[in-house]
C-alpha cells in the first residue's frame, strides 16, 4: 500500500512538473526567432523597463465558466495622486468603456494606478483604486479620485454577467504589483480574451533608443481581444490558417477590443503623449487589425520623468518643465509602433488553449504551423 501511494505521489509530482514545462515551452516572438523592427528591446522586453512602473495581475479561473481576471499597472512607486504623471488617451475605436477619459484629457494626467479588466467590472474595479487612493497615507483630506479603467469583453469563455471580479481581486493586483518580468498570455485581465480568433490575452514589449536619440525607453503592456486577418511580419499567417475576419458566420465573428497601455521615461507633455498613443495603435493594424465596428480600441500614454509630474498642492502658483522638442518625437513614435506590434504577438504566442463558458474554446495559436510557413519562406 505505501509502495502504491509513493508511486501516485511522484506521477502527480511528475505531471505537474510536464505541466510547467508545457506552460514554459510556449515562446515568447523572439523566442521563437521573429524580430519586428529595427530598435532594440529594453532588458526585459516588458512595460517594466521603465523604471519605475509594476504590473500585478490576478487571474480567476473557476469551474468551467469563469476564465477572467485583473491587470493592474502603477506609474511609478510612490503616491501617484499627490505625485499625479503626465498622460493621454487615444481612440482609434470608441466601442468601450474606458473610465476616467474625460478628467484625463481635460488636465493632462494620471493620478491612480492604470486598471484593466471585463466589461462589466469597470464599475468594481474603480471603486477599488478609489478605496486605494483613500487609504493611501498622505491622501487622508483627498476628496475627489480619477480611477483609470480600461476594459476589453471576455463573454465568450467567460460568464461575464456574474461579474466575478471583487474589489479584493483589483486591490491584490495593485498590492502584488512588481518590478521585473511580465507574465503574459492567459493571465489577469487577459484570461478569457480572444485575438484574431485563436487565444489572446496579456502582451507586453519594450524598445530602447540609442543614445544618439536620447536614450529612452519606452514600454507597452496589451490586453487583446480584437479580431482581423492575422499577418506576422507581412505574412499572411490568419488566411493559411483559414482563421480569420469574415472567414467564419457573421453570428460567429469575433470583433473585440485592445487595450494599450505605454509607459515612457522621456520628458512629455500630455500633447505629445497623445502623439505617441496614437502611433501605439499602429500596433493593431500591424498585426492584421483594422478597428471593426464592435471593437474598443484604445491607448493609455504616461511618462514617469520626475521633472514633468504634478505635484497635488505646490507652494508655486507656477511650475516649470523641461520637455522634448516635437523634431525629438519620431524615433519614440516609432518605438511605440515597433513595441505595440509585438506585445500583441506576445500575447498571442504566450496564451495557451482555454476551454470556458458553454463549452467554447479558444486555440492557441499553432507555433508548429508558423514555423512551417516560415520555413517555407526561407524565413
Not at 481612440?91 to 492604470?114: D, H, R, S, Y
Not at 509630474?309 to 507652494?315: E, G, I, L
Request: with cysteine; proline share 4%; aromatic share 6%.
Amino acid at each position: 500500500m505505501k509502495t502504491l501511494f509513493w508511486q501516485l505521489f511522484f506521477l502527480a509530482v511528475f505531471g505537474l512538473a510536464l505541466a510547467g514545462l508545457s506552460k514554459e515551452a510556449r515562446p515568447r516572438l523572439r523566442e521563437f526567432g521573429i524580430g519586428t523592427g529595427i530598435l532594440s528591446p529594453g532588458p526585459l522586453n516588458a512595460i517594466t523597463d521603465v523604471a519605475g512602473v509594476k504590473v500585478g495581475h490576478v487571474t480567476l479561473i473557476q469551474g468551467n465558466d469563469v476564465r477572467t481576471g485583473v491587470t493592474a499597472i502603477l506609474p511609478h512607486e510612490g503616491n501617484v495622486f499627490q505625485e499625479k504623471v503626465p498622460a493621454a488617451i487615444a481612440v482609434a475605436n470608441g466601442f468601450g468603456k474606458l473610465m476616467g477619459f474625460t478628467q484625463v484629457e481635460e488636465l493632462g494626467t494620471i493620478e491612480t494606478p492604470v486598471i484593466l479588466t471585463n466589461t462589466l467590472s469597470v464599475p468594481t474595479a474603480a471603486e477599488a483604486v478609489i478605496e486605494y487612493t483613500l487609504a493611501f497615507p498622505g491622501n487622508e483630506k483627498v476628496e475627489s479620485v480619477n480611477a483609470v479603467v480600461g476594459e476589453t469583453n471576455d463573454g465568450f469563455l467567460n460568464d461575464i454577467r456574474c461579474r466575478h471580479v471583487r474589489k479584493e481581486h483589483v486591490l491584490e493586483a495593485i498590492r502584488t504589483a512588481k518590478a521585473g518580468p511580465v507574465e503574459e498570455g492567459s493571465v489577469g485581465a487577459g484570461t478569457g480574451t480572444t485575438c484574431y480568433d485563436f487565444k489572446g490575452g496579456i502582451g507586453t514589449s519594450s524598445r530602447r533608443l540609442p543614445e544618439s536619440r536620447g536614450g529612452y525607453t519606452v514600454g507597452v503592456l496589451v490586453q487583446t481581444n480584437h479580431g482581423g486577418i492575422l499577418q506576422i511580419g507581412g505574412l499572411q499567417v490568419g488566411v493559411r490558417l483559414g482563421n480569420y475576419f469574415m472567414k467564419k458566420d457573421i453570428e460567429r465573428e469575433s470583433e473585440g477590443s485592445c487595450m494599450i497601455v505605454v509607459a515612457t521615461d522621456a520628458p512629455l507633455d500630455s500633447r505629445n503623449l497623445k502623439r505617441l498613443a496614437k502611433r501605439a495603435l499602429l500596433g493593431i493594424p500591424r498585426t492584421g487589425g483594422f478597428y471593426s465596428n464592435a471593437s474598443g480600441d484604445y491607448a493609455i500614454a504616461f511618462s514617469t520623468a520626475k521633472e514633468v509630474r504634478s505635484p497635488h498642492r505646490a507652494p508655486k502658483p507656477t511650475q516649470t518643465v523641461t520637455l522634448l522638442r516635437n523634431e525629438q518625437m519620431s524615433p519614440l513614435f516609432l518605438a511605440a509602433a515597433e513595441a505595440a506590434e509585438e506585445a500583441i504577438l506576445n500575447s498571442l504566442f504566450k496564451a495557451e488553449r482555454m476551454e470556458g463558458k458553454d463549452g467554447h474554446v479558444a486555440e492557441a495559436l499553432p507555433l508548429d504551423k508558423i514555423k512551417e510557413m516560415l520555413e517555407e519562406k526561407g524565413r
